[in-house]
């Protein structure tokens, strides 16, 4: 389906967790290619693989000033995900609410359709005794 075709290349970057942490990291701020890879147990150029993969799909802008790469996250590719994930949310809260509606519906038409019910008759009979 080409209308999800930006949103899947987003999710797909996103499946990866060294991407994930990249991202994760980039949320609190801008950050070199070298503070990036710092802490993680792989290869610069592993590194800059990883960063070209969240810049295509736009979730991640890159700057080279002299001989230093600066990344920082990109909104607009996070929000193609938190829209997809807005509109499933919308769908299923309106499925719900209509299930909710015709459960209720059901529930009257059965409360008017039983018989009433009497009131329980009090029993005759000796009084259950209190052990005095």
């Known amino acids: 389906m080409l209308k999800y075709q930006p949103v899947d290349e987003v999710f797909r970057a996103l499946g990866d967790p060294t991407r994930r942490d ?7 701020g801008p950050a070199t290619v070298s503070q990036l890879a710092g802490p993680l147990d792989m290869s ?11 810049e295509s799909c736009g979730l991640v802008r890159s700057e080279k000033v002299g001989r230093t790469r600066t990344c920082r996250l990109e909104p607009v590719g996070l929000r193609l995900a938190e829209d997809w994930f807005a509109g499933q949310r919308a769908a299923w809260s309106r499925r719900l609410d209509r299930l909710g509606e015709v459960l209720a519906d059901d529930l009257a038409a059965e409360q008017a359709s039983a018989p009433p019910t009497e009131p329980a008759a009090p029993t005759s009979g000796p009084s259950p005794s209190r052990g005095d």
């Open 44 to 54: 610069l150029s592993a590194v800059v693989q990883h960063l070209a993969v969240l």
């Open 22 to 28: 990249l991202v994760e990291r980039l949320g609190g």
